[in-house]
C-alpha cells in the first residue's frame, strides 16, 4: 500500500529554518517526482516545490531561494529545507508523489497526511 508520510514540521521564529522530511513506501520512488504544497487557513492548497524523478527541480516564486528540495532515493525520502522563514510560510505542509514528475497545476496521485509549519514574528 502505498504510503507517504510527512515530519520535521513545528513552532519557529521568523528567521529561522526547518527541514521537513517525507518518507514513501509502497511506490518505486525512483521512478516518482515529489512535490511540496502548503495550505493555509482558509486559503487552497498551493504549489511549493516539486523535483521530478530525474532531479530536475521547480519552485513557487514565493520560495525560490529560500526552500531547497532534494530527494535520496536510497532512503525514500524527500526533503524540503526551509530557511529564512516568514510568518506567511505558515500552513500546514503536505508531500505528493506522481509518476515521473509533479507539476504545479496539475492533480497529484499520491499525498502524505500534512505536517504543521507556524512561523511566529
Known amino acids: 500500500q502505498e504510503q507517504l508520510v510527512e515530519s520535521g514540521g513545528g513552532l519557529v521564529q521568523a528567521g529561522d529554518s526547518l527541514r521537513l522530511s517525507c518518507v514513501v513506501s509502497g511506490l518505486s520512488f525512483s521512478n516518482y517526482g515529489m512535490g511540496w504544497f502548503r495550505q493555509a487557513p482558509g486559503k487552497e492548497r498551493e504549489f511549493v516545490a516539486a523535483?521530478?524523478?530525474?532531479?530536475?527541480?521547480n519552485y513557487a516564486v514565493s520560495v525560490k531561494g529560500r526552500f531547497t528540495i532534494s530527494r535520496d532515493n536510497d532512503k525514500n525520502t524527500v526533503y524540503l529545507q526551509m530557511d529564512s522563514l516568514k510568518p506567511e510560510d505558515t500552513a500546514v505542509y503536505y508531500c505528493g508523489a506522481d509518476l515521473w514528475v509533479v507539476e504545479p497545476h496539475k492533480a497529484v496521485r499520491y499525498w502524505g497526511q500534512g505536517t504543521q509549519v507556524t512561523v511566529s514574528s
Open positions: 523535483m521530478s524523478w530525474s532531479g530536475n527541480t
